[in-house]
């Protein structure tokens, strides 16, 4: 499975960016996604996730702001991450992550452990 995320930028203090990530390869075994991210100096954290069912998290610092979702096809996963109302706090290195079981998404881990194949990243900045 290949994961590559888009849609990092520059944005201003109350702003709005949209993440993607393209997983493809064997993604019929992909059941959860999750978006992390990890700023310098911090450990990587969890800031929202998805089930293979659908049901969603996110981290208390995101909610009623972020909101994620996903598409998918046999061939292909298309994982988004809508981020309204950004905060300087927002600025770190977002990356997106598969799980080929739903204990990714149940198990919430901060660190991503149970999560199996993992993007780049794309870079979030956000200017007071």
């Known amino acids: 499975v290949q994961v590559v995320e888009s849609g990092g930028g520059l944005v201003q203090d109350g702003g709005t960016l949209r993440l993607s990530c393209a997983a493809s390869?064997?993604?019929?075994?992909?059941?959860?996604m999750g978006w992390y991210r990890r700023s310098p100096g911090k450990k990587r954290e969890l800031v929202a996730a998805?089930?293979?069912?659908?049901?969603?998290?996110?981290a208390d610092s995101v909610k009623g702001r972020f909101t994620i979702s996903n598409f998918r096809d046999n061939s292909k996963i298309t994982l988004s991450l809508q981020m309204n109302n950004l905060r300087p706090e927002d600025a770190a290195m977002y990356y997106c992550?598969?799980?080929?079981?739903?204990?990714?998404?149940?198990?919430?881990?901060?660190?991503?452990?149970?999560?199996?194949?993992w993007g780049q990243g794309t870079q979030v900045t956000v200017s007071s």
């Open positions: 992550a598969g799980s080929y079981s739903d204990v990714g998404f149940f198990s919430q881990n901060p660190g991503g452990d149970d999560y199996d194949q």
């Open positions: 390869g064997s993604v019929v075994s992909i059941d959860s």
């Open positions: 998805i089930s293979s069912e659908g049901q969603t998290y996110y």
